[in-house]
């Protein structure tokens, strides 16, 4: 399992470095100067190219890149050019806000999956399965974006037993915090649950229909024994890699959701930080999500390798 | 809606959530109740870093931290108190003497005085950027300070003073680059600075030491950044907020129908969608092009289709609460596609293709824009651009044909428009528009005496007008949506909101 998880580290670290360099030179071609949005619209070009000099920006390229790198390896994530508040202080508390709704988002996703994804199996002619096919066919369809604002009009402002939006931390306060974090965590989730879901009802389904099963239904083993006992421990290995990669569409999605409920998270700092062209900001928020995004694939191909066996051998 | 409910005089000031007896709205008892918190959200996020100046992201809480020495009732345009309780200009124009009110202090504990009043001015006109009506200090030969008074000299008539003194943020000489920097404010108003959380608020708690007796009412303040318009007005439905600022004229239309809120427009239209003209760019360095699609533009669609006819259209950058206006001026260019054909038809020869440059907000207007230019043989090519784009366009002076936005302008007085607002001012306009003529007629302006005066703005307009490099399309309101135990909070002529009197029942 080391050897395993060695192998992979280097790839990792060469995606983060690839990611970096990409993302600086796609941040520098976005249009506008973030010291022109910190001076205002009544600045002059004086005024505009002094402040450039003084935030360094008028260096060359790669001296500003391995600046911005050499920085955040040793946990210097810079002064935001627009706010000029260290950006560590700026993102700190989004970041617990976003990964609040990160948690609950993946932990109703994979509750909410595997509850779609075994009615599917086992309530193939009920009713049931006909409401599963109806969820799955409106979770997959329908964007995030409006399930969020269907879940505000429904339990916000019609039945009014829910927030509309906003945060209070779920530790300072347990009851109010998880009012606040339903809505947004449920219309996050949705989407993946269903994907998880279908994965994990076909892997199911293929199971089943392997003869080993038909080995342990022959010896007498309860419908139930077969499903949980031996289809679903079987099953789990790709569906823990689809979760993996629902983890980035949760990521990518909290943009849009944080914005809907106003939830003060990363999304919120990030989409405030493109608009006013905060360079810096920006960088980092990209790279700290690219470098999470390929933590969660390394941690689900760990996880993977440790349900299965022959994956590790494969090194 | 009532101006000048008792003390609230004092700010200035259309009052709203106020009946004749300083309340408003079913079920609200109509003595003010002391206590609680109000919440507002707000669609833009605040920018406590340029609090010098009036703008849309601070207009909720900038005049609760901080006063300004005279305001501007909106309805009758006559100057009220602020700090100064007194004023008088001299009979040549060039002596402004002021009567600083007495008892007052800044939330440090520090006694506020005429030293304030000069640093406030001297930082106005040497602060980067810039306070944006420094202009009107330009002749300012003084400051002489006796005891609580204060005057201004200046070496020509300071004719439109009233604005710079209503819109100057007094701020506290000691914390100044805390307050550069927006990190801290420290002003004399009803409310003390508490925290700034980017990208989600700043909470406001009450001023004990507010020179005004008893005031302010309520405990607290939040001001919530709710960047979509529908999760605004979501938490404006569902109770969560008290107030829900700027909203869009659909929005406003969906929480009208709903008896439990009220809905405020204010009467100022200070806000003014303008069609600026490069005037260095062909074609439209030609008059009779400008003038064309200004004839074109079919303002009333604009207002009927974006603004739900709820503003008022108009070609002259005065807003009807301008002591300018005219309703002569605001129809100048009505619609008159015959008349657009025959001028472009005078201009000669057009091969290029117009820009129509614009803001994602502005986009429809944009293409309602666009498509009136094609009715009279116009091609055009609407571009969308980004802030910081746009940022740029204005610093470099730079826009490459035709440029929507709003400016918030139109109800300052004529001379301070055109010395101070980008998109007209004599010197240096977003237009790049330069006349000796219209530098003269400026200058007539700015040393009219009274009687003069009149006269001076007609010259000026009608001069405006017909250069047509910037024109007006639609002044509207800002809408505001109010649950109803909201009660006695107002705004100024310049569209700030003023909550020294206001509480919830």
Known sequence: ?315 | MKWGVAAGAALGLVGCGSDETGSQGQGGSATPRRGGTLTIAQPTEANPAQALNQNIANQSWRRAVYDCLVDFDPERREVVEGLATAWETSADGKQVVLTLRDGVTWHSGRPFGADDVEFAIDNAINSTPSFQLAWAFQNLQGIDKAGNTVTLAFSEPATSIYDALSLLTIIDRESHDAFVDGTAHVGTGPFVWGDFAPGTNITLRRNENYWLPDRPYLDGMEVRFITRSEALVSAVRSEQVDMGLNLLPLDRGTVEQDGRFDVVAYNTYGAALYVGANVEVEPLNRKEVRQAINYAIDRQRINDELYQGQGKVSAAPWSPTSPAYDEGWAEAYSRDLDRARSLLASAGAIDQVIAVEANAAQSRAAEIVAFNLSEIGLETDIQILEPAVITERFQNRSFAGLYLAFHGWNTLSPVNVVYSAAPLRVDNNLFRFASDEYARLAGELATAVEDDQHAAIEALTEFILDEAFCLDAVHTSNNVVTQQDVHGWAYNVWDEMLFADAWKS
């Open chain 1, 1 to 315: 399992m080391l050897r395993y998880t060695l192998s992979r580290l280097p790839t990792a670290v060469l995606t983060c470095l690839v990611a970096s360099l990409g993302i600086f030179w796609l941040v520098q071609l976005l249009p506008g100067s973030p010291v022109a949005m910190v001076l205002g619209e009544q600045a002059t070009p004086e005024a505009v190219a002094a402040l450039e000099a003084e935030a360094g920006l008028d260096r060359p390229l790669v001296v500003q890149y391995f600046d911005w790198i050499g920085g955040l390896l040793t946990g210097d994530l810079g002064v935001s050019y627009v706010s000029r508040v260290p950006i560590g202080d700026l993102i700190g508390p989004a970041v617990g806000a976003t990964l609040e709704l990160a948690l609950a988002s993946l932990l109703l996703t994979i509750l909410m999956g595997f509850a779609l994804g075994i009615t599917g199996v086992v309530a193939r002619r009920r009713p049931a399965a006909v409401a599963y096919r109806l969820f799955s066919a409106l979770g997959f369809g329908v964007p995030e974006y409006v399930v969020g604002v269907m879940l505000v009009f429904v339990f916000a402002v019609t039945l009014r037993v829910l927030p509309a939006g906003g945060r209070t931390p779920i530790l300072e306060d347990p009851g109010a915090g998880f009012q606040q974090l339903l809505l947004p965590a449920i219309a996050l989730s949705v989407h993946s649950a269903v994907v998880v879901g279908r994965f994990l009802e076909t892997a199911l389904n293929q199971q089943l229909d392997e003869e080993y099963l038909d080995t342990a239904r022959a010896k007498g083993a309860s419908r139930r024994r077969v499903l949980w006992r031996h289809a679903l421990p079987n099953a789990l290995p790709s569906v823990v890699t689809v979760i993996g990669l629902r983890i980035g569409h949760l990521l990518g999605g909290v943009v849009v959701i944080e914005t809907i409920f106003a939830w003060p998270g990363l999304g919120t700092v990030l989409v405030n930080a493109v608009s006013a062209r905060d360079y810096l900001l920006v960088q980092d928020l990209v790279l700290i999500s690219v470098v999470v995004f390929i933590a969660v694939q390394v941690a689900s191909d760990l996880a993977h390798a440790a349900l299965d066996p022959r994956v590790r051998l494969e090194v």
